[in-house]
């Protein structure tokens, strides 16, 4: 249902994107990640027709944004990362105002209305201007015109940017249930909702994509080895942290009274078997060897450099 093929775009002398290409089949959810300045956001406005590509072409179901923008944009509904709405108006008044905007008739307004209404949350505030409602609220009126026209395709910058915990658990239900029906893609650089609510997840570093899968699909792709977690009796001296480095490179470590927990990725040559050698040469007692796999953020962290140029 998206389709994105070399994607590009300059600003003066920076390359935003460069070259991107990815695809997000119906009813699934796809997490763009990335740190600021990635390339996010100008990739969600050139699929949306904001900013066109000044390279390569995206598709919206089976209509280019460029060629046929209006079909493309029937099918439809974005947040931006700060969801406009005119402050003035009640939530009723603005999600009238784009139902005619988008072409709906009067009996298709109203139920377009009263569904948005029921399954964004927000039949408690219909009647309020919207410069009085809360960021979560403002948000989810925000998602409601997204919404409203019932669009096969749902793009989303940044959903959850500046809720409290319950308002982000709110839009992470309100997300998953769409992603049972239609093609969602959305952006983050929160982990944790990348994880809690994505079928899979594409990772941008300076306007390109550095890896795509699921987070156990991109582990299994970057890992040289197994990550283990090795608990020992006591903290571990200079020397045998540098001999120790010879078995696997260390990624964490947590203390935890008496005992320190080391996660270890292994060399390719490398087993549980040469954790135990190398405490039976060194004299130190093991509590434990767990194997474990990378999660989301350690990935993150090693495949981007993150920061605005």
Not at 37 to 66: N, W
Not at 144 to 167: F, K, M, R, W
Not at 237 to 246: G, I, K, N
Request: net charge negative; with cysteine; proline share 5%.
């Amino acid at each position: 249902m998206i389709e994105a093929l070399e994607l590009t775009r300059r600003y003066g002398s920076v390359l935003a994107v460069d070259r991107v290409s990815f695809d997000v089949r119906p009813r699934q959810i796809v997490g763009l990640l990335g740190p600021n300045g990635a390339g996010k956001t100008t990739i969600l406005k050139m699929l949306t027709g904001y900013h066109y590509p000044q390279a390569g072409s995206a598709r919206i179901g089976e209509f280019d944004i460029v060629a046929e923008p209006v079909e493309a944009k029937r099918r439809l509904g974005y947040l931006p990362e700060n969801a406009p709405a005119y402050g003035a108006l009640t939530a009723d008044e603005y999600l009238g105002f784009v139902c005619t905007a988008r072409g709906l008739s009067r009996p298709a307004r109203r139920r377009a209305m009263e569904r948005v209404a029921g399954l964004c949350g927000i039949s408690s505030v219909w009647r309020r201007p919207i410069s009085e409602l809360s960021k979560g609220f403002r948000q989810r009126v925000g998602l409601a015109q997204a919404l409203v026209h019932d669009p096969e395709v749902v793009i989303l910058d940044e959903p959850t940017s500046g809720l409290d915990p319950n308002q982000i658990r709110e839009v992470r239900r309100i997300v998953d249930g769409l992603g049972q029906q239609k093609t969602v893609l959305l952006s983050t650089h929160i982990l944790s909702e990348a994880e809690a609510v994505c079928d899979r997840v594409l990772i941008l570093d300076d306007g390109r994509i550095v890896a795509s899968g699921t987070s156990a699909q991109i582990a299994s792709q970057l890992q040289s080895g197994t990550v283990v977690a090795v608990s020992f009796n006591r903290p571990l001296q200079p020397d045998e942290r540098r001999s120790l480095a010879r078995v696997g490179e260390t990624i964490g470590e947590q203390p935890d009274g008496d005992v320190i927990t080391v996660r270890l990725v292994l060399g390719d040559d490398r087993d549980a078997g040469d954790v135990f050698d190398w405490a039976v040469e060194h004299g130190v007692r093991l509590k434990a060897v767990v194997p474990e796999r990378e999660s989301l953020e350690e990935l993150f962290a090693r495949l981007t450099v993150g920061g605005d140029p």
